[in-house]
């Protein structure tokens, strides 16, 4: 006790939480880790099944950016990678990593999952006025746009576009939103017409 501060002592007075052992502990554990495992594989058939759901509905462009008219590039709505399933039922899912940045520092810091993980496949939904090759509905390839990280989070990526009436900081992440995978590119960042 010789070492021992006022703190310690105030703190080793104050009640202690009652605690609850088992008598079979690794049969306990065990039971948690596999409820646990379920819950985890649970969540990751939802998302498979969202972006499926996503995917396949691309084309159904919501009329509030249909409606829109760019003066100068084109909005897009991008697909996004589904994860891959074995022919044993394995959902295979490759997430798209990207670095986070530490701050005051120019050096990579931890790989970070990027939330928006887009295919290269997009759909037209709005042309300039003076476009004649691409029209609205038009399937095409297009360069993946980066992810835009401020330390450790992904809060944005290029050339993402939100119409006015979002009016969030950060662009929607889930494929659920109506304001999800928008762009306003360039016709350089458009590559193939499918």
Same mark, same amino acid.
């Given at each position: ?10 703190? +080793?007075?104050?009640?202690? /939480?009652? +605690?609850? +052992? ?9 039971? @948690? ?24 509905? $691309?084309?159904?462009?919501?009329? $509030?950016?249909?409606? $829109? ?7 897009? &709505? ?10 044993? !039922?394995?959902?295979?899912?490759? /997430? ?8 005051? +520092?120019?050096?990579? !810091? ?10 290269? =496949? ?7 006025? @003076? ?5 609205? !509905?038009?399937?095409? #390839?297009?360069? &993946?746009?980066? /992810?835009? =990280? =401020?330390?450790? #989070?992904? =809060?944005?990526?290029?050339? !993402? *576009? ?19 995978? *928008? ?5 350089? &960042?458009?590559?193939?017409? $499918?």
């Amino acid at each position: 006790m010789k070492d021992a501060t006022l703190e310690d002592f105030i703190e +080793s007075k104050k009640d202690k /939480p009652v +605690s609850v +052992s088992f008598a079979q502990a690794a049969e306990k554990n065990l039971n @948690y880790d596999w409820m646990q495992k379920e819950a985890v594989v649970k969540a990751f058939t939802d998302d498979a099944e969202k972006r499926k759901w996503y995917n396949d509905n $691309l084309k159904e462009v919501d009329p $509030l950016y249909a409606n $829109l008219k760019p003066l100068d590039g084109y909005i897009i &709505r991008m697909s996004v990678r589904e994860y891959v399933e074995s022919k044993t !039922g394995l959902l295979i899912v490759n /997430p798209d990593m990207t670095q986070s940045v530490r701050p005051g +520092s120019h050096t990579p !810091g931890d790989a970070i999952r990027n939330p928006y993980d887009f295919d290269s =496949v997009a759909v037209i939904v709005a042309v300039p006025h @003076y476009d004649t090759q691409l029209k609205p !509905g038009d399937m095409v #390839q297009v360069v &993946r746009p980066r /992810p835009e =990280v =401020v330390g450790d #989070q992904v =809060v944005h990526y290029e050339n !993402g *576009y939100a119409h006015p009436e979002y009016k969030l900081g950060e662009l929607p992440k889930s494929v659920e939103s109506r304001h999800f995978g *928008y762009a306003l590119v360039p016709f350089n &960042r458009i590559k193939v017409l $499918l």
